[in-house]
Nanobody, 115 residues
Framework: QVQLVESGGGLVQAGGSLRLSCAAS????????KGWYRQAPGKQRELVAF???????NLLDSVKGRFTISRDNAKNTFYLQMNSLKPEDTAVYYC?????????WGQGTQVTVSS
């Protein structure tokens, strides 16, 4: 089993930045999929970004150029750097990993962007 603990959410003005962290209970270097999702009130959860074990990344079109996903295998942690935040980025953000076909979720962290 993998346990994930998120941190870094908060309230920020439009144009500001936040960095979310997702710390795993074990090694993440071999985990093929590590991702960040978000869910805004009344909306479905959506995949924002993911990074593979090989370091390949993919981002939602609406966050490209503003968000970056990265990982530090030595710290068993991966990150979502969010710059130029917009009010529409307001959501609860969840980290997720898939290991051996099983998905694990963090507890979620609130990101609120004020206009």
């Amino acid at each position: 089993q993998v346990q994930l603990v998120e941190s870094g959410g908060g309230l920020v003005q439009a144009g500001g930045s936040l960095r979310l962290s997702c710390a795993a209970s074990g090694a993440i270097s071999s985990i093929a999929f590590k991702g960040w999702y978000r869910q805004a009130p009344g909306k479905q959860r959506e995949l924002v970004a993911f990074i593979t074990s090989g370091g390949s990344t993919n981002l939602l079109d609406s966050v490209k150029g503003r968000f970056t996903i990265s990982r530090d295998n030595a710290k068993n942690t991966f990150y979502l750097q969010m710059n130029s935040l917009k009010p529409e980025d307001t959501a609860v953000y969840y980290c997720n990993v898939v290991q051996a076909g099983v998905g694990y979720w963090g507890q979620g962290t609130q990101v609120t962007v004020s206009s």
